[in-house]
């Protein structure tokens, strides 16, 4: 499987950031969680292959997308 860059998307002082995986700064900030995800999966199509993951406040993973090497079915 390639590597694949994360976007994650996860809640910010001023609404909802984009935040690539492993990155300082957040990608873009957005004061709803909507207009966070629309933007996440947006740069996440443009730059495959690659992930979004929606998390709740609480951190939990609320959904996910995985675009061009989704690993689904699992091999076993």
Same mark, same amino acid.
Do not use: C, F
């Given at each position: 499987?390639a &590597?694949?860059?994360? %976007?994650?998307?996860?809640?910010?002082?001023?609404?909802?950031?984009?935040?690539?995986?492993?990155?300082?700064?957040?990608?873009?900030?957005?004061?709803?969680? @909507? @207009?966070?995800?629309?933007?996440?999966?947006?740069?996440?199509? &443009? &730059?495959?292959?690659?992930?979004?993951?929606?998390?709740?406040r609480?951190?939990?993973?609320?959904?996910?997308?995985? %675009?061009?090497?989704?690993?689904?079915?699992? @091999?076993?």
């Open positions: 499987m &590597n694949r860059t994360v %976007y994650d998307v996860t809640p910010h002082e001023e609404g909802w950031q984009v935040k690539r995986r492993g990155a300082v700064r957040a990608s873009s900030v957005h004061s709803t969680k @909507e @207009e966070a995800i629309q933007a996440a999966r947006a740069l996440a199509h &443009n &730059n495959k292959p690659s992930q979004v993951v929606v998390h709740r609480d951190g939990t993973i609320e959904r996910e997308w995985t %675009y061009q090497d989704d690993p689904y079915p699992p @091999e076993g």
